[in-house]
Nanobody, 115 residues
């Protein structure tokens, strides 16, 4: 059974930073894409950032230049560094992988940006 466990969410003021972590219960070395999604209240889940096994990254336009995704294969963990946070970034953030043909999700971690 593949499990993903996110951590690092919380309440932060606008302009602040948070780092989310997602630890996977299997060796992630062979997992091609690892993703972070988010879902704000009343909105659809949206893709925030992707990292491939060769380190290539992609970001939603709304977070480019502020968020950075990275992975540590030795720790089976993917990270999302979030800087210059805005109230619009408030959402539940989910880690996602596809292995080998199934999608797996973490339980989500709440990020609230508020003064």
């Amino acid at each position: 059974q593949v499990q993903l466990v996110e951590s690092g969410g919380g309440v932060v003021q606008p302009g602040g930073s948070l780092r989310l972590s997602c630890t996977v219960s299997i060796n992630i070395f062979t997992i091609n894409e690892m993703n972070w999604y988010r879902q704000a209240a009343g909105k659809q889940r949206e893709l925030v950032a992707t990292i491939s096994d060769d380190g290539k990254t992609n970001y939603a336009d709304s977070v480019k230049g502020r968020f950075a995704i990275s992975r540590d294969n030795a720790k089976n963990t993917v990270y999302l560094q979030m800087n210059s946070l805005k109230p619009d970034d408030t959402a539940v953030y989910y880690c996602n992988i596809k292995f080998p043909f199934e999608n797996y999700w973490g339980q989500g971690t709440q990020v609230t940006v508020s003064s």
